[in-house]
């Protein structure tokens, strides 16, 4: 017995591909443990106790030292060609 085929709305469509896109950005993202916000490329984000990142704005708000800091880089860092001379 065949089964009827499924139809999908375009609209819904749209808002799947959109939510799994969006889903997919945040994954890799990093995020201030305090705030929630995303911290922008070039800003620092600080390591405490367990590893949690701050970003520099919640940093003041923190009395005890980072045990680390490390830069925001772009998505692509790391990927870029090179133009090597020989």
């Known amino acids: 017995m065949p089964r ?5 709305d375009e609209q ?15 994954d890799g993202r990093h995020a ?6 995303t911290p922008l490329v070039g800003e620092t984000l600080y390591r405490f106790g367990a590893g949690s990142p701050v970003c520099e704005l919640c940093r003041p708000l923190r009395r005890d030292e980072p045990l680390e800091s490390e830069r925001v880089r772009h ?11 020989v």
Do not use: F, H, Q
Request: glycine share 8%; net charge positive; proline share 3%.
């Open 4 to 8: 009827p085929a499924v139809t999908i």
């Open 12 to 26: 819904d469509l749209e808002r799947a591909l959109l939510r799994k896109s969006v889903g997919a950005l945040s």
């Open 32 to 37: 201030c443990t305090d705030c929630g916000r």
């Open 75 to 85: 998505s692509e860092y790391g990927n870029a060609v090179r133009v090597r001379r």
